[in-house]
């Protein structure tokens, strides 16, 4: 843990710092926020009204929230702060608000707090044209970019039910978190639409999206709601390319748990990433739609954020692989499901010599502390390589294993947050085995075998003599298939040169390594 020094009227030991250095304020927690957004189309100005219930688990004299303020005619300029009704004292410097209202909050009570602000947002609502020249609006909080436009506490650590209340000219429509409860057109030629989500979420997943759509239900998974929010101009192959988010809900709800939110909209938008997981909302880059179905492997992905990422949110950044990588083995297991084994092969050996070329350049551990960009913990350790750790821990523990850990996981830590640790004890809870040296070589230490493997036939003996050097510093312990002639055998390494032998009639033409592609290394085999 890295330790940062806090001046500020509170004592030091009323925060914690997380693995990451967000300065969280344990006894504050937010429990709802509402913001009501007003948009025009004559300027990016935006009129902002929050309402945010937070609850104090001591007593506290002053609390922060984030929110960007304004610098050269951009960010956020407040006009009225108040505490339970009561104007309050505040600052607003750094893009930190903090607030320190005349009668302190009591240990164990709630606090209304209302900011009336307005500005320019420097990011975070994007506002501008989309590919057919239209005005749109679309919020892109990931990681840390919801302070640009929102007065949070803008880490996953804290979450929060929202209300979103959307003011916009009555030509667009508005998309947010959970359910519709209200759409009304005002006398000003305004409308204003109200969206409700009474599951908590973290501020990285909490958006609204504001444009011409048009709008289609593609299908029901129990009692949750699929649609499909796309541009009218490309309305037939939009809704043609985001159909098949119905059958993946359908196969992940049965196959991981419950869904976790209460309804899912596929949305055109004008994320700056492929896709954005957002909270029941999902917002994919305008280019996704062409008509072709080229994106089902995205749709697997970003929906299985929905239960992984957003429902089991990541405590610390630094565990970000937490949501990336377990959501890249679910889009291989779902290809595995749909597309068959082979399939699913192919897409991890695909990442395999990725995770191979990146050690390289970034010879880093997934859970790389030192990282304090967040926006850089997105990258090949922890998507593919989270993804390949999950492979492993699947050969190890057994599919029945690995899937009812995750099942647990899911239903322990849903709507909550988990780390590392948490995943591994249920996986050695579910599965009986020791996982410690699992999770520290593979995700707390960097690297992979690197090996060199010979083999030789014994004629006289009638075997196979194989020898596995590790060539990298550290030793890695890990089980290794051989294919020789139509049977595979197992060989576990904990040492840096390891022998075998196995008895076989005729010399094996071919040994393949790893024939079902279980296993993250590198290297080459030869012999005769
Ligand atoms: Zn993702």
């Known amino acids: 843990m890295k330790k940062i020094l806090l001046i500020l009227i509170l004592t030091a030991s009323q925060f914690t710092l997380l693995a990451d250095n967000y300065p969280r304020n344990w006894n504050v927690d937010v ?70 209202p005349k009668t302190s909050f009591i240990k164990g009570s709630t606090a209304e707090i209302e900011i009336e602000y307005s500005g320019v947002p420097i990011d975070g609502l994007v506002i501008s044209e989309n590919k057919y020249g239209e005005r749109t609006f679309f919020g892109d909080n990931y990681p840390t970019r919801g302070r640009n436009w929102l007065p949070c506490v803008d880490h996953p ?111 055109q938008s004008k994320t700056r990433y492929g896709g954005m997981e957002n909270a029941s909302n999902i917002f994919y880059s305008e280019g996704s739609v062409t008509g072709k179905r080229t994106i089902n492997n995205l749709l697997a992905h970003e929906i299985a954020h929905q239960w992984f990422g957003n429902s089991v949110t990541e405590k610390s950044w630094h565990h970000a692989w937490l949501s ?35 050690y390289k350049k970034n010879p880093h551990p997934i859970v ?38 995750f099942r647990t996981y899911y239903n322990r830590f849903r709507d909550d947050n988990a780390l590392t640790d948490d995943l591994k004890n249920v996986m050695e809870e579910v599965s009986g085995e ?29 075997t196979v003599e194989l020898s596995i050097l590790q060539k990298q510093e550290m030793l890695f312990n890990f089980d290794i298939d051989f294919k020789i002639g139509d049977q595979i055998q197992t060989v576990s390494v904990e040492s840096k040169k390891t022998s075998f032998s196995f008895d076989t009639e005729v010399l094996p033409s071919e040994i393949i390594v790893d024939p079902e592609t279980w296993l993250l290394y590198e290297g080459t085999i030869t012999g005769k």
Not at 377 to 398: A, D, F, P
């Open 31 to 100: 429990k709802h926020y509402r913001f009501q957004i007003l948009l025009n189309d004559a300027n990016d100005q935006i009129e902002g009204k929050a309402l945010i219930v937070v609850y104090f688990k001591e007593n506290t004299i002053s609390f922060v929230l984030d929110l960007v303020n304004s610098t050269d005619g951009k960010g956020m300029k407040i006009s009225l702060l108040k505490v339970k009704g009561m104007e309050a004292e505040y600052t607003h410097e750094n893009n930190k608000l903090t607030i320190t």
């Open 157 to 267: 650590s804290d979450k929060a039910t929202v209300e979103w209340v959307v003011i916009a000219p009555e030509k667009y429509s508005v998309v947010g978190n959970g359910l519709k409860t209200e759409e009304s057109l005002l006398d000003d030629g305004n409308k204003l639409t109200r969206w409700k989500q009474s599951i908590s979420i973290s501020t990285k997943i909490m958006v609204i999206g504001v444009a011409r759509f048009a709008v289609e239900r593609s299908g029901m998974v129990k009692n949750i709601a699929i649609e499909s929010w796309v541009y009218p101009q490309n309305r037939e192959d939009g809704f043609y390319d985001y159909f098949p988010a119905v059958e993946i809900v359908r196969f992940y709800d049965s196959f991981i748990g419950e869904y976790p939110y209460e309804k899912l909209a596929n949305v």
């Open 324 to 358: 990336e990588g377990i959501t890249s083995y679910y889009t291989h297991l779902y290809v595995e499901y749909s597309k068959g084994v082979d399939a699913k092969r192919e897409g991890m050996k695909k990442d395999r010599t990725n995770i191979i070329n990146y």
């Open 368 to 405: 790389y502390t030192e990282v304090t960009d967040y926006i850089k913990m997105l990258n090949t350790n922890t998507y593919q390589k989270g993804s390949w750790v999950m492979n492993m821990l699947r050969r190890k523990i057994g599919d029945d294993a690995f899937y009812t850990g």
């Open 434 to 462: 020791e996982l410690d040296v699992f999770f520290d070589q593979w995700v707390y230490k960097e690297g992979h075998p690197e090996l060199d493997i010979t083999w030789s036939y014994n004629k006289s003996k009638k």
